[in-house]
């Protein structure tokens, strides 16, 4: 079914297309217009739950800095030398004038700390014994009952010197921080009295209001399922109410009559759970203007596309037809360029551009075989220059350092030797008028590379060939020999231990010569050159001048050559065999080679 109607789709008229492409436009834009509804709603909450996230982290990093500042506080009461003498003193005198003293030390430390930290929403400081109470506060404290003080200096008695948070109280009195003050000189840990901290909680929920006074939230505090401090349209309301919400999102609830988004938060201070509640209704209110705004102006735009489309169906209709035309008579076989409407010439729309493109793409079909042709042979020729002239800057540092160290230390005819082969040797391996080259050639630029290491490397290199005369003249690629002697000096002598003999031999069988570079004191891997051109070895130094070698002969005889790496009796051996000829080939693309072949 589905390909049967498929099939009548694309037999039917360009215009009746259109038509149905825009049918099934509208279709999707109405879903996506129901999809971004959605997405708004969506982004409303994320945006509402990003927010109240910021200001939930603020808040609680606010209550934990002002929660840890008391803490210190405490620590601080307990070393505090003067208020540890002083307790002391009052529990082992009777002097009247003694005592008078300790408890007014006592009171000044007290209320230097009270001041001190007063910012962080402390409501008072207290420090009880058995005999004296010294508490330092604001004027409208609330003085708890004696018997709450008397709950929380057990509740102190019971930790043993830690400091306790004391919640149980939080509905009517607030928080407290308590702890058993213990003398701490040579660790005697006497109880010398108890030290009740109250913290303001309405303070500390106005200063956070405050700093988030451009959003309307609310906060809730809970402390296993005790209520330490809800904001007031919140009364009454049970962490029980808000269970289920984990800190890594956020939910939407009904609380007296209001929706809330809320977030979950922790103080890691004391593991207190925090709640922020923000007004749902008000924000989604603010927005709904917008989102009656999106449906209009996605309905407007619906339908200017439509009638946009039916204006452009026309001239489209009449543009199509005629490439149609066009396309057909190219499609008889015909290749010369169509007749094109002079209509066309001078448009840069994209119907435009089409018939251009298409005029000038049978032109360019015409010329395609002629020019790929050239193209190759070009880029024969290009590559093979590449090759050429690459020449090792790591030979020609050596060389010139060698030069330097001789003139520096010695005075004597090698350094005209070296410096005159190693003129020769750049003359010949940078010359462009030399662009052919012969066996003889490349082993008088051999010839002047050995010269040069000679005087390196003194008795440690020996260097013979055995050439036949009449193989002198055979046709070889430049800068085919030097490497491979390179290769025997760098592995035979500035690797290895021992000296190194170089011997090149050439000879002459069934019309193909056969070249022999054989060195001492190096080897070859197994299968060297398949290696080096699958990447198994890296071409790195030499290897990438046995595959310019490798590229050469290639490029000059095509699959009419060879060349091997192998090892016989403690000798690296390179044979490289080729048609043996006089005159450069023709390029190895089938012509066939008008130079005869001579025998040696």
């Known amino acids: ?125 207290q420090i009880v014994n058995e005999d004296f109470t010294a508490m330092a506060s604001a004027s409208n404290s609330r003085v708890i009952p004696s018997e709450i003080q008397r709950m929380l200096i057990s509740r102190a008695e019971e930790q043993d010197g830690h400091l306790s948070w004391v919640t149980d109280f939080s509905g009517s009195y607030g928080i ?19 030290l009740i901290i109250s913290v303001d909680m309405n303070g500390l929920h106005e200063d956070i209001s405050y700093a988030n006074s451009a959003f309307p939230i609310s906060y809730a505090l809970y402390s296993e399922d005790k209520n330490l401090y809800l904001s007031d349209n919140l009364e009454g309301l049970n962490q029980k109410e808000l269970s289920g919400i984990s800190p890594a999102s956020y939910d939407i609830r009904d609380i007296n009559g209001q929706k809330y988004l809320i977030v979950k938060g922790q103080i890691i201070t004391t593991g207190w759970d925090y709640y922020c509640l923000a007004s749902y209704n008000s924000m989604y209110r603010n927005i709904r203007v917008i989102q009656r705004l999106f449906f209009v102006v996605i309905i407007i735009s619906i339908l200017v596309s439509v ?20 396309i057909q008579m190219f499609g008889n076989g015909d290749l010369s360029v169509p007749k094109t409407p002079d209509s066309y010439a001078d448009r840069h729309d994209e119907i435009g551009l089409i018939h251009q493109q298409f005029d000038s793409m049978a032109e360019s079909i015409r010329t395609l075989i002629k020019e790929n042709y050239e193209s190759r042979l070009q880029a024969k020729e290009a590559q093979l220059k590449a090759l050429e002239m690459q020449i090792n800057p790591h030979f020609l540092y050596n060389t010139l350092q060698t030069i330097n160290w001789r003139a520096k230390m010695l005075h004597d005819s090698q350094i005209s030797t070296m410096t005159e082969s190693l003129g020769k040797f750049l003359r010949i391996t940078l010359s462009k008028n030399n662009e ?42 430049k800068f085919t020999l030097q490497p491979l002697v390179e290769n025997a000096i ?111």
């Open 1 to 125: 079914m589905k390909n049967i109607l498929y099939e009548k789709f694309k037999n039917i008229p360009l215009s009746k297309k259109i038509l149905i492409i825009l049918f099934f436009t509208i279709l999707v834009s109405s879903l996506l217009l129901y999809a971004g509804y959605l997405m708004i709603i969506s982004s409303n909450n994320g945006q509402l739950y990003q927010t109240s996230s910021r200001m939930l982290s603020s808040a609680s990093e606010d209550i934990s800095q002002d929660l840890d500042a008391l803490e210190k506080m405490g620590d601080s009461i307990l070393q505090d030398e003067t208020i540890q003498n002083a307790l002391y003193q009052c529990r082992n005198t009777t002097d009247a004038a003694a005592l008078q003293n300790a408890h007014s030390s006592i009171y000044t430390a007290v209320n230097s700390y009270y001041q001190r930290y007063k910012a962080n929403h402390v409501n008072y400081v």
């Open 176 to 194: 407290f921080l308590v702890r058993e003050l213990k003398r701490t000189e040579n660790l005697s840990l006497d109880n010398l009295g108890v």
């Open 307 to 326: 009638w946009l489309m039916k204006l452009m169906m026309r001239p489209l209709n009449d543009d199509f037809d005629k490439l149609t035309q066009k």
């Open 436 to 477: 052919d080259s012969s066996l003889g050639q490349e082993l008088e630029l051999v010839q002047y590379y050995i010269n040069i290491q000679e005087l390196r490397f003194d008795e440690d290199l020996s260097y013979e060939t055995d050439i036949p005369e009449d193989c002198m003249r055979a046709y070889l690629p």
């Open 490 to 600: 760098r592995y035979g002598l500035e690797e290895g231990e021992d000296g190194c003999h170089i011997r090149v031999t050439a000879s002459v069988s069934d019309g193909k010569l056969t070249i022999r570079v054989a060195n001492t004191g190096s080897s070859f891997e197994d299968h060297f050159l398949e290696k080096l051109m699958s990447k198994e070895i890296l071409p790195h130094g030499f290897g990438i001048g046995v595959l310019n070698v490798n590229s050469r002969l290639e490029l000059a005889y095509g699959s009419d050559y060879s060349i091997e790496f192998t090892n016989v009796d403690d000798q690296a051996i390179v044979n490289i065999t080729i048609p043996f000829r006089t005159g450069k080939p023709e390029p190895p693309s089938g012509i066939s080679n008008r130079t005869g072949e001579l025998k040696c």
